[in-house]
């Protein structure tokens, strides 16, 4: 399993709330277990209780985009230091699930849990993936939506380091919104015009009478 696949865990949960529509679809053990993906065995460890833990975990993940998003790189490091004291992992070589056309085993780095429960585990995993994301790419690399009024998190992996929204769903509304506003401008400007050239005439009369 390749280490970017973790740092989507962070990104899945964070994304599970929309505080600006109002919106948020981690109400449900079935939910939670939802967040895990193919890991099922992970996800059958959770109970109605880590619904509550689990949010408590979103606030501050997305609390570590919203510092990177806004420049603060000190911050965001220190919130996910935070995060990595809390909920540790064991990085271990991993063979299984990966073979070559030799049948041998395709090594890679696994995240092995030791949670008390499948939130810890689930935030060990997320905050170690998010970790290896940043220190590989940078913290600018950790953004959240322009779109407003969306603020979704993402990792921005383009090469030109250009990525500004979450989805090309939320990229073609701003785009949109961007094409209108600039039309309502130009449809503005012949007003304008005429009222600057109303302005200068009547300027230009004002100075005319008083050269007399």
Not at 146 to 152: D, V
Request: hydrophobic share 35%; aromatic share 8%; net charge neutral.
């Amino acid at each position: 399993m390749e280490l970017a696949y973790y740092s989507d865990y962070a990104v899945r949960l964070v994304n599970t709330e929309e505080p600006a529509r109002g919106k948020d679809s981690l109400t449900s053990i079935e939910a939670v277990r939802d967040l895990f993906g193919v890991n099922q065995s992970a996800a059958r460890r959770a109970t109605d209780a880590d619904v509550t833990r689990f949010r408590s975990v979103r606030g501050r993940l997305r609390a570590v985009f919203e510092a990177a998003d806004g420049g603060d790189e000190t911050l965001a490091v220190d919130l996910l230091n935070s995060l990595l004291l809390e909920f540790p992992v064991s990085p271990q070589i991993s063979g299984h699930d990966f073979r070559d056309d030799d049948g041998r085993p395709l090594w890679h780095m696994h995240l092995a849990d030791h949670p008390s429960n499948a939130t810890a585990g689930y935030a060990a995993i997320a905050a170690m993936g998010l970790a290896f994301h940043l220190t590989e790419y940078g913290v600018d690399r950790l953004g959240l939506c322009e779109a407003p009024p969306c603020r979704n998190a993402y990792l921005d992996t383009s090469t030109n380091r250009s990525r500004r929204y979450c989805s090309d769903r939320c990229a073609t509304r701003a785009n949109v919104a961007a094409y209108r506003a600039r039309k309502r401008l130009a449809a503005a400007r012949p007003d304008l015009s005429e009222k600057t050239g109303l302005a200068a005439d009547s300027t230009q009369r004002t100075t005319a009478n008083g050269d007399r």
